[in-house]
């Protein structure tokens, strides 16, 4: 079996309402769409982070896969080492979509569910973080009244907010939530948009929340190494350890407790259950980052998560604040969506809306990215 054509789509969707983190409001979602067809008839669905730069980088690769067989990954990894290199989170986010594709071809062909190809399942369904802003409410117990409500109404086992530069007003609004929701899991992240000496700060305040991790308070592994020593709360990143050069570093300095992975950010599949491993090695935890996946995407880090036993918390997933999406819906159930078990990603693509989203990012240009 063999790729003979390679087509990309980028798309904007709406979010149900505003999404508001330290450095930006955003309304909508901009993702590129990956499809692989191959000389037996079968096609591969990919879907990844941001857009036209991204579009632009998928379509310069795809001459390297076409001809090759999509079970032949290791080799077209190979061949693609340096794009991160030369291009960073976006050379990261090309590479990913066509990972994907391969992966959803591969068992598409096979008869086999992705979940199954990575190992098997440990688990059936995976539990989602409720994701909350400033947005949400202009007042600490107005925020904290809008998340008792989501969790409420949609059973998430865990919540974060996203933090700003304003560094009282985030503790504030943390000890209002944690009033709302004494047995929730929660958690903070600011986006590193806190110095070192204000996170020290808020962190010895906020020791008595019990959150679950304080993530990325201020930029640096050298930053977080030392915001680690002097507070009790475990540390998690995104924004540190983005690639596995940084993960010695961030070990010999203590830096952190906790690591965000993401299929899309770390280059694919493999790299992912890699990284896995490495936190297990070392005694680290391992969550999920979310860039705001759409289903092709989100069934992707589903069946990672749902083969990995590591991967026990729950998850960051902006897959629930979309209007629609361009797949059919995955099951959200009790604040946990559903593993897909049909062949490949188990998610059927709607062209139809593909295209119409597809049309949109025409009119209106890249949204996120």
């Given amino acids: 079996m063999k790729v003979t054509h390679v087509d990309v789509w980028v798309v904007n969707l709406p979010l149900t309402s505003p999404f508001t983190s330290s450095f930006e409001t955003k309304t909508g979602e901009t993702r590129t769409v990956v499809r692989i067809r191959t000389d037996e008839g079968v096609d591969g669905w990919g879907e990844t982070m941001w857009g036209q730069p991204v579009a632009a980088l998928v379509r310069k690769l795809a001459p390297d896969l076409i001809g090759t067989s999509p079970f032949a990954l290791e080799s077209f990894h190979r061949k693609q080492h340096m794009v991160p290199f030369f291009h960073g989170y976006l050379g990261y986010a090309a590479i990913a979509a066509l990972d994907v594709a391969c992966w959803d071809a591969m068992g598409k062909a096979t008869g086999h569910a992705l979940t199954d190809l990575l190992g098997g399942a440990v688990r059936d369904s995976v539990p989602l973080t409720a994701l909350v802003t400033r947005a949400d409410g202009a007042t600490p117990e107005a925020l904290a009244e809008h998340a008792a409500r989501v969790v409420a109404e949609g059973g998430f086992p865990a919540v974060k907010l996203k933090g700003t530069g304003d560094v009282d007003g985030d ?199």
């Fill in 171 to 369: 503790v504030a609004n943390l000890r209002a939530l944690r009033a709302a929701l004494p047995d929730t899991e929660l958690r903070v992240d600011p986006n590193a948009a806190w110095s070192v000496p204000d996170s020290v700060r808020a962190g010895i305040k906020l020791e008595e929340l019990d959150l679950e991790y304080l993530e990325d308070p201020c930029p640096g592994i050298e930053g977080m190494s030392q915001v680690r020593t002097k507070v009790r709360i475990p540390l998690c990143t995104n924004m540190c350890v983005v690639r596995f050069e940084d993960f010695a570093p961030a070990v010999r300095l203590g830096a952190v407790d906790v690591v965000h992975g993401d299929v899309y950010k770390w280059g694919g599949i493999a790299p992912t259950k890699a990284l896995a491993a490495h936190c297990e090695t070392f005694g680290l935890g391992m969550n999920l980052h979310s860039g705001g996946e759409l289903g092709i995407a989100t069934a992707a880090h589903l069946a990672v998560v749902a083969s990995t036993p590591l991967l026990s918390r729950a998850i960051d997933s902006m897959y629930y604040l979309h209007a629609d999406d361009i797949a059919d819906p995955i099951p959200l159930i009790d604040g946990r969506l559903t593993v897909p078990r049909g062949p490949g990603l188990g998610v059927r693509v709607d062209e139809e809306k593909l295209r119409h989203y597809s049309a949109v990012n025409e009119r209106e240009g890249d949204l996120t990215g």
